[in-house]
Each structure stands twice: as C-alpha cells, then as structure tokens.
C-alpha cells in the first residue's frame, strides 16, 4: 500500500507561490484514464479586499433567507467529476439524475440512510430556485448572494453563470449579482461543495489509493483526517440575499478604550458606490436606543461616552454584556442614505505576565472546548440548539469557550456578545503535523484565513483571543518560523491588539512557537492517551507541567484541555477507564492542581469537552468522542454537576461583591 501523487489520485492542489499568488485547485480523481477537470481558486489577498459586515436589515436593507429544501445530488462518477463534464449548473439538477430533498443549512452527510452519503468525499451539488421581488427591479441598489459558509471548497452558479469561489470552510463570503438577477422568471442557484482534505488545506488531510487489487477494488481510495471530528461537509450555514443601497456602507472597524468613566469608541468607516466624500454620520445609542454620541465625518473618528457602561463577562458584573448601538448613516446620491446598526460593547483586554484583564479586572476562563455537532444536522446551524447549549453553558456557571477547531457561526458569535460570554477565537489550522503541512502554500493560505477571520469578528467584544493553531507540529523546526510570520500578520490586520495564542500539545523544552504568543495555551490528558489508568499520576505531572512552561516563557497560562471519556450510564467502582466515575477522578485531580495555581500565573481552565461529539471510526472512538460533560443529546453525566458545583464556586469567588451570584 503507497500514497500516489500522480494523475490516478483523487485530490486537490491549493498551489500558491512563496509570493502569496495564484491558488489553484485540480480536482484529479479515478483511473488512469479518467478525465481530470481543473478548477481554479481565487488568488490569496492575506488582507482581504472590501468587507464582510453581518447582513442586518434596516430602513435601507432587505435580507431574505434562502434556506430551506434545496436539489441535491453527490456525484458518485469514478471521477467525481461528471458535474463539470456535463455542465450541471446549466440545467435544471433532477436532470442530470437522480435527486433528493436536502435542507439548507445543514450537513448532507446524517440525512439519509445512505453510507456512502455519509462518508462521502468530492463533489456535491446543490440546487434551488427563488424569485427577486418586482420591488427591486428598476431601482438603484447592489443586489448581494451571501454564503455564510460551505466546505471546504465552492463554486456557485446563478441563472447559469459563475458568481464566485471560495476555498476554505467555516468563515462567509459573496457575490454581487444585481446584474444577474431576473424579475419575469424563477433565479436558479447551483452551488457545488467539495470536502477534500489535501496536505495544504485549512484543516489538512490526505487521499490513499488502496493499491491491493486482492483487498481492494480497483480506484479504491480513503480520505485521512489529521483532525479527531468528522469530516461532515455542505452548505452547513445560511444562504441569504441582501440588499445595499447603491453607495453603502462596507465595512466599519471599531477599537474602544476607557479612561475612568468616560469610554471611547472609534471608528473607521469604508463607504463604496462613490466617486468623492460623502457625509457619514455615527450615532451610538444606549439600550434604551438614547442618544448617547454623535460625530457627522467622512466616516472616521471619535465617539466619547460620559458614564459609561462596560461590557463585562457572564458574572463579573450585575449587569454584564452590555451592548450600545453604533448607528450608522452613509448620504448617497438624491438624498437616498444607507442606514447600518451595530452592536458595540465597550471594554479593554490586557495580558500582563501573570494576569488577563479585562477591563482592567482579572479575569479567570472558566470554560470548555466545544464543536458545531450533533445528531442529523451534523454542523448545519440550528436555533434550537444554540439556545440550547447557551443555557447549559449559564447552568454550569462557565464564562467562555474556544471556538475549537474553526470559526463558528456567527448567530453563536452574536449569542456571545449578547450573554457575555468570552470568546477564544480559533481559526480551522487543526493537524498541521506533518512538514508538508508547513510549507508556503499552507502559510500563505493560512494567513489568507487569519485575515477573513478578523474581518469578520474584529468588531465583536466577547472575542479576546485569537487563537491561530490547535495542536500543531510545533516541535518542527520549520514551526518557529511559521509561527512567526501567522501571529505577526494576525497582529497587523486586528487593529485592536488582541492577544493571540495557539493552543499546544508538544513539551516545553521542544516547543518553537510559544516564544511569539501573549498567552499560552497547553492541552494534556494524562491518565487517559498515556499512563492509562494511573489516576494517581495526574496531580504529579499537571503540577510539573505549568511549572516548567511558566519558568520557560513567564507568560499567563490557561488550560485548554484535559478530561477523559465517559460512557453515560456506564459505572464502575473503582473507577475505571470510560466510566462516569474515571471522568470525574481526572477532572477532581486536575482542580486541586488548578487552585494551586490560580493566585499565580494559571488564568484558566476549560474541559474537553462540552458536548460528546462525532469521529471517524476509530477502535478508540465509540460512535464518536464521548470527553463531553453532557451526551450529544445535551443531557448531563455526572460530571456536569462536579463541573457546575466548582465553577459557581469559583463564579461566586470573583463576581461583582461578595454575594453569592448563583441562583
């Protein structure tokens, strides 16, 4: 059995020169006679040109929704590729054969019974038809299709005509389609989605030909994954058509600051559709929608806030998350004006040697790490359970999470910012392990995902941390100057400074890449991947693990993992390994070392994980990893409540006085 790189394997090349240039990806799949087709990416921008801004409607904006059944057909050719051969987006997709109802936003792989569905790899194809309102026909305004996000890699279609592409999963993008648009007749949107995993791919994976024609079919080939979640794939967040005035505003960056009681916000705002100046005039409303600031530009500037309420975290405050609303007025030409509102929280981070603050006031993550996952939907967006998990996270008494191991959707981002919970924002680089994984096609790519990820939530107070890598390589040497030139480039397109971090797994003594962090991040499980069993160890080796990364880099620590699977309803005493018991002894030993040091450097501790979630098949994954505190069903284990019962203690340690803030 070998690994071929050559005309016969099924995979996709992100080809992007050391200068950061073309990126193109060729999709080649089969037997050795199989037609490839070639599929060219848009080129890598590392600062990306023109905004993203959530569409909010207002007395300027229309948003509709396009979610909802779609067509839906995974091309099953040896190829995978008899879409672009015969041109699927040219016609209507029951067409091309055989079809099934698909909803949108969702993951296509739990809707059916299908196996193959399931575990597929390549393209799929996606189909629905909408109408565009008469209203809009005739009138001067930028008509926008938006995809908040398909993976990993798309290409859409409207009325038969390319709109755009995209390479890389979790993160929006769109397409200006006023000029496609029909108004006598159904629009027909074709998007094809493609969920292959090369070695320069956000997250990266590799294609295996099976070569064995005695074990294995002829063309029989795997997709690895370097990363312990499935691989669930499609258009898994909303499609939405919105609308903008003809000069609109594009993007708007905030930075806040305080100085006692008087807050800051300033603003620099991007205005398109016109040839000179215009007057742009920025509001900032209280919660009770009060004119609190008022400053008439050419969309740059100052706002100051006399008495201003802080947006503080879940518990640090009797009145936490507090958002203002940054009104935005952009006069275009005949007196038509683009109106935008954006939520604004008022706060500052800071990262000394031993303390994160916020707002000046320390601040302990108490949190976990969590996914987009759970039954049928897989990573599709669902309302239900984001208020869901939103109250289970407030019930626990925890404080933030990481967005591990990708950007999540912006409704949960949203969610954030209304509930002040804290944000560790991590972009989707999970398995760079191999030195393949650190060459200069994946660096320019990963910069080029740093970039969109800051546009998108820059302006978000909940987020205090990037976070740029889970678990890397970084022992490599080729990690040290990776690293490096990823957290600078962070750094220089956040204009707010924020921290940034990568969460590590390798030793303290052979680590390349924390030297360039403002926190550090460190996940280990012991008495679970090593010392199987040997609950006894943990305290010895956690203590001794903090210890030695502090003396080495004297910088704030925050525990990113640790835990141990359990089996709900599986008992066993004395605990043993996958028993609700074990999990709780792991997490009990781990918090006595924890309070020995939090007075000191340790600024924070977050479980793996919140919810058990799906794996690839593993003979050490039951029906997926089972480290959540709650079932994939948001049902409690045990350890939900040892969990609960220290973070509202330690809630109550550090909340607005000295009374007790737990219900």
Request: aromatic share 12%; glycine share 6%.
């Amino acid at each position: 059995m070998k690994i071929r790189l050559n005309r016969r394997v099924f995979i996709m090349f992100l080809l992007f020169s050391a200068l950061n240039v073309l990126s193109v990806i060729v999709l080649k799949v089969g037997l050795p006679d199989a037609a490839a087709h070639n599929v060219e990416f848009s080129t890598p921008t590392l600062t990306p040109s023109g905004g993203m801004l959530f569409p909010r409607e207002s007395e300027s904006r229309e948003v509709r929704e396009l979610g909802g059944m779609w067509k839906f057909r995974a091309d099953m050719s040896s190829n995978r590729n008899a879409g672009f051969e015969h041109q699927w987006w040219t016609k209507p997709l029951q067409q091309t054969g055989p079809v099934i109802d698909m909803p949108v936003p969702a993951s296509y792989n739990d809707i059916t019974q299908d196996r193959q569905l399931r575990d597929f790899v390549g393209w799929a194809w996606y189909q629905r038809s909408f109408y565009a309102p008469a209203s809009w026909k005739n009138v001067k305004q930028r008509n926008v299709l938006r995809f908040e996000s398909a993976h990993y890699n798309t290409i859409a279609w409207l009325n038969s005509k390319e709109i755009v592409r995209h390479s890389g999963g979790h993160l929006p993008f769109e397409a200006d389609v006023s000029s496609l648009l029909t108004y006598d007749a159904p629009n027909v949107l074709t998007v094809a989605v493609n969920n292959t995993l090369t070695p320069h791919t956000i997250p990266p994976g590799t294609i295996q030909y099976m070569d064995d024609t005695n074990k294995y079919p002829p063309g029989y080939f795997v997709q690895n994954l370097q990363m312990d979640f499935f691989n669930y794939a499609g258009i898994q967040r909303p499609v939405r058509l919105y609308t903008t005035p003809s000069v609109y505003l594009d993007d708007v960056t905030i930075t806040t600051d305080v100085d006692g009681t008087t807050g800051f916000v300033n603003f620099d705002c991007a205005i398109k559709g016109n040839n000179t100046a215009v007057p742009v005039t920025v509001e900032l409303l209280d919660k009770t929608e009060q004119l609190v600031s008022k400053v008439t530009s050419t969309g740059k500037g100052q706002l100051k806030v006399a008495n201003v309420k802080l947006w503080w975290p879940f518990t640090m405050s009797s009145d936490p998350a507090y958002l203002y609303t940054l009104k935005v007025t952009v006069m275009g030409s005949a007196g038509q004006s683009d109106l935008y509102r954006l939520p604004v929280g008022i706060r500052t981070v800071k990262v000394t040697s031993t303390q994160f603050l916020i707002n000046g006031k320390p601040f302990y993550f108490r949190g976990f790490g969590k996914h987009e996952d759970s039954d049928i939907r897989g990573k599709g967006l669902d309302y239900p359970l984001l208020a869901k998990d939103f109250n289970l996270i407030k019930w626990v008494g925890a404080n933030s999470f990481r967005t591990s191991h990708y950007p999540y959707a912006e409704e949960i981002m949203e969610m954030c910012d209304q509930q002040g919970i804290v944000v560790i924002d991590e972009c989707p680089a999970v398995g760079l392990k191999t030195r393949e994984n650190f060459s200069n096609q994946t660096l320019a790519h990963h910069m080029d995902v740093m970039s969109e990820l800051v546009r998108r939530d820059k302006n978000r107070p909940s987020v205090v941390m990037w976070s740029v890598a889970n678990e890397p390589a970084s022992q490599l040497p080729e990690a040290e100057y990776y690293f490096k030139t990823v957290i600078e480039h962070t750094k220089h397109v956040d204009s707010s400074d924020r921290p940034v971090t990568f969460v590590i797994n390798e030793s303290y003594d052979t680590d390349k890449g924390a030297q360039f962090v403002d926190v550090v991040c460190v996940n280990n499980y012991y008495s679970w991947y090593h010392d199987m069993g040997h609950l006894e160890v943990i305290q010895y080796q956690a203590r001794y693990n903090l210890q030695q990364w502090y003396q080495t880099h004297h910088k704030p620590i925050i525990q990113t993992e640790y835990g141990a699977d359990s089996v709900a309803g599986l008992h066993m005493d004395p605990p043993m390994m996958f028993s609700e018991e074990y999990q709780q002894e792991v997490m009990s030993n781990y918090f006595t070392v924890f309070d020995q040091f939090r007075q000191t450097y340790l600024v924070g501790e977050m479980i793996w994980n919140f919810a058990d979630f799906m794996t690839a098949q593993s003979t050490t994954r039951v029906v997926g990893n089972r480290k959540g505190i709650f079932t994939r069903q948001r049902q409690p284990k045990a350890a939900a409540f040892l969990l609960k019962e220290r973070y509202w203690k330690l809630a109550n340690q550090t909340g607005p006085d000295t009374n007790t803030i737990h219900p």
